[in-house]
């Protein structure tokens, strides 16, 4: 498929110096006759992006709120898109975030009336965002729960007929179901351990409907840092088994909220060992007929297993940190180097098991690759390197988690090595008006940069307030100012800072409040936006929500987004001369200006941001008073 450019190329002009005219043509004049304000900021933003492409570098791009950032890094996308004959990759923060730009009134849909632009855009979203039908299977036959029976019922009719594919159509995306809750979605979603390639249902899968619908794109695919870091770190081994990498070769990328680009580099380069996933998946080809060599074997594996983890948590942290401490002792690392060399002489006896068939080959191919995975895990773990561990607690089960080595090395040998032109796209990428933070964390040595400020006029528009509260006291001041019903986000720095809220909620304000988990994030933000609650709490939603007019009044900023004292930033800490300044203080500032961000989305809105500080928080005045557009008011 190719597409029209949206300008005619001549041999009198650069396809860069065309560019630079239909750009300005249609900032300064078509879009602005068609209702579109003319914004300054916006119209400098799109020609300095169009300046990164002919130069082929990374580029900084912050501008204030109401800039209109997506439309300025949409028109140089699509056409330099349609000039290259490959996609323009668009990477959100989150999948929520994705829904947020293609939607019904998104800039996408408004720019392609406007300007008579057939944009075809394609999302490509996270696996774990999708239904495994293999594991629906399994969900049916052991959980007794209505939901199972729902999302079986509404599966397409080619997916289980005997009809043609030809008729198939994408199915099976996380926002198909907005009334699972999180934990429900987890037992039928695409989990890791799952061998698509081995899958007698791949064909039929909507992950692969999906996949190969994104994958015929030459405009715009739009997918998640996280999604885009994982294809990053697969593409050389899934090229070396034969495999399409997960994401087309795109001619430019925009990392939109590019700030927390380095948390899903990190996210993605880590390897996890469950504590339930190994034994799970030994007792299912613990099959009648089974080899008596092979089946001591597992045993020894599954005693030794247990025996490491029991002991693991027995030395992690204590802390109520996400991501816990572990103290390597011997006796930690001798169980741990048994379960390696157990592993692999498993993996030899699964060779005499597969030549049986007694094993079904879907379920014997899943452990030899999960066992795999597992002896490369548990040998970090054990040996002596750089890597990064700690154990979390995740469904109720411990999760250790293993990361090889701090990301910035990796990140500039594999994506900002390339002559890919590359744009960060937010509010908020400088600290103390440098990029020096960021560029650091993600080994990016060359790069051009600008920064323009919002257009809005903060003073008339927006207060904030800082409100000194004693100890174990926000919940009281929030339900306080949550008493006249304004439209209201409550920004939390953790999953366990707003269930501690949550529990504080009297039972006759539930029906007042959504919090994020309860079900589909982005049926829980639609609803808000239509005012059928008028209080959402989210610890996910510091940046990209926009929610503009009366739908959004109030930000409550519940903690100081400060990092926690973990492993992970930990590493970080050791490798600043201060890591308050390096590490912790431009982390919570980035964090600070995105969440108040929230706020003011148009030149229409208004309203407060209530920060709550307690205990060493209210120490900090002087450091975040800077950060906001208006004066900060103290409160008590």
């Known amino acids: 498929m190719s597409s029209k450019m949206p300008f005619p190329l001549s041999k009198d002009k650069s396809f860069y110096e065309s560019l630079n005219d239909w750009i300005g043509d249609t ?28 130069e082929k ?49 998104g800039d996408i849909r408004k720019i392609s009336e406007a300007l008579g632009l057939d944009i075809d855009v394609r999302l490509a979203k996270s696996r774990d965002q999708y239904l495994c039908l293999k594991r629906l299977e399994e969900a049916g036959n052991t959980i007794d729960e209505d939901y199972v029976d729902v999302v079986a019922d509404e599966l397409p009719e080619f997916v289980y007929g005997a009809g043609s594919l030809q008729s198939i159509v994408p199915y099976g995306e996380r926002s198909d179901y907005p009334n699972l809750s999180d934990e429900e979605w987890k037992t039928v979603n695409f989990h890791p351990i799952q061998q698509c390639a081995a899958c007698d249902l791949r064909n039929r899968c909507g992950q692969t409907i999906h996949r190969n619908h994104y994958r015929e794109s030459v405009e715009l695919v739009i997918c998640s840092h996280d999604f885009y870091m994982e294809h990053i770190w697969t593409k050389e081994s899934r090229k070396r088994q034969g495999q399409l ?60 297993h247990e025996a490491f983890f029991k002991l693991l948590d027995a030395l992690a942290d ?36 597969g030549e049986l068939y007694i ?36 469904e109720g089960e411990s999760t250790l988690v293993i990361m090889p080595r701090l990301v ?15 744009v960060f796209s937010s509010a908020t990428l400088s600290v103390g008006e440098t990029f020096t933070y960021l560029a650091d964390g993600l080994g990016i040595q060359d790069y051009l940069s600008f920064s323009v400020e919002s257009p809005f006029d903060y003073d008339k528009v927006m207060e904030v307030f800082a409100t000194d509260v004693e100890a174990g006291g926000k919940a009281k001041r929030a339900l306080e100012l949550l008493e006249d019903g304004e439209q209201t986000l409550i920004l939390f720095k953790s999953e366990r800072a707003m269930n501690h809220f949550k529990e504080r909620v009297p039972l006759e304000w539930q029906d007042r409040i959504a919090f994020e988990g309860e079900r589909e994030l982005s049926s829980i ?42 492993p992970l ?46 205990g060493k928080e209210q120490e900090m005045k002087a450091e975040i008073e800077g950060i906001f557009p208006v004066k900060m008011k103290m409160t008590v």
């Open 27 to 54: 900032l300064y004049d078509e879009l602005t006759e068609k209702g579109f304000e003319c914004r300054d900021e916006q119209i400098y933003m799109a020609f300095q992006i169009e300046q990164a492409l002919k």
């Open 57 to 105: 570098k990374v580029l900084f791009a912050e501008a204030g709120v109401g800039t209109g950032k997506t439309i300025a890094y949409l028109l140089p996308a699509i056409a330099y898109a349609r000039y290259t004959g490959k996609p323009a990759l668009i990477s959100c923060a989150d999948e929520t975030l994705i829904d947020q730009l293609v939607k019904e009134d």
């Open 245 to 304: 990498p997960l994401l087309p070769e795109p001619s430019m990328i925009v990392f939109d909220e590019g700030h927390l680009l380095e948390y899903s580099a990190q996210r993605a380069l880590t390897y996890e060992v469950q504590n339930s996933t190994l034994l799970n998946l030994l007792e299912r080809i613990m099959v009648d007929g089974i080899r008596e060599s092979t089946l001591q074997l597992m045993e020894r594996l599954i005693d030794s």
């Open 318 to 353: 204590k802390t109520e940190n996400e991501r816990k401490a572990i103290e390597k002792t011997p006796e930690l690392l001798e169980i741990g180097k048994e379960v390696v060399k157990i592993s692999n002489a498993l993996l030899e006896e699964f060779v005499f098991e």
């Open 359 to 394: 094993i079904p080959a879907y379920d014997l191919r899943m452990v030899e690759e999960y066992l795999d995975q597992y002896i490369y895990s548990m040998d970090l773990f054990t040996s002596q390197n750089d890597a990064v561990d700690w154990l979390e607690g995740r």
């Open 408 to 422: 910035t090395d990796i990140l500039r040998e594999k994506l900002f090595s390339s002559n890919t032109p590359i």
């Open 525 to 566: 933000v639609r609803d808000f936006q239509q005012k059928k609650v008028p209080v959402l709490c989210s610890y996910h939603l510091w940046e990209g929500l926009d929610i503009p007019q009366d739908a959004l009044t109030r930000v409550i900023i519940y903690d100081l987004p400060l990092p926690p004292s973990d």
């Open 569 to 614: 930033f930990d590493a970080r800490r050791q490798h600043a001369k201060d890591p308050f300044r390096e590490v912790d203080l431009p982390f919570m500032l980035l964090r600070l200006r995105q969440g108040a961000g929230r706020l003011i989305r148009t030149s229409a809105d208004s309203g407060t941001v209530h920060l709550l500080l307690e």
